[in-house]
């Protein structure tokens, strides 16, 4: 059995581990509320900043957007998101092992951000491959194959013509 000095030496430890795990795990919370990652798309012409939770804080259209389709703005705001929370996953799990190390709870956080933003499927350096689109240049989306959808013509409207009787019928009506 252990002595009472014994006992109070192993509670003083173990109150030292757990205040010094604590800091850690507090160190690690202000180290990932600073994380951000900035992704950019379309050569450069659209910039996409997530914050620490994923959620976009900034994002910047330059000149080149203009001459983009919208569907392909969107598509390369939604790539650039996507990659950008990848590598966000990628930069907590690196602050955690610098701040926490590999304790349980930080390895838990880490999982938990791979398991909200997980790897793109079938990229290796998170990046797409450039190609050449011709409404563009180089640029990170691959060409449409298959041309847009015509819009049938409307049927012609048959215009009605007024007389000079019809302009004076209203004429003595309230205006509301």
Known sequence: MDSP???ERMITEWRA?????AERFDAAR?????VSVTETAAGG???LT?????????LRLGDGVDR???DQVAA????????AQTRLADRVGSVVVDTIGDAAGGQAIAEEYRHRFPPLPGEDDHRPPLVENADFGLSDLAPDPTPPATVPAAAPVR?????????DEDWDAPLW
């Open 5 to 7: 000095d014994e006992v």
């Open 45 to 47: 012409a659209i910039v």
């Open 50 to 58: 997530v914050a620490s939770s994923g959620i976009p804080t900034d």
């Open 68 to 70: 983009m389709k919208p």
């Open 30 to 34: 202000r180290a990932i509320d600073e």
């Open 159 to 167: 215009a009605t013509r007024r007389t000079p009787a019809d302009d």
């Open 17 to 21: 581990g757990v205040a010094e795990q």
């Open 76 to 83: 390369q705001i939604m790539a650039c998101l996507r990659r």
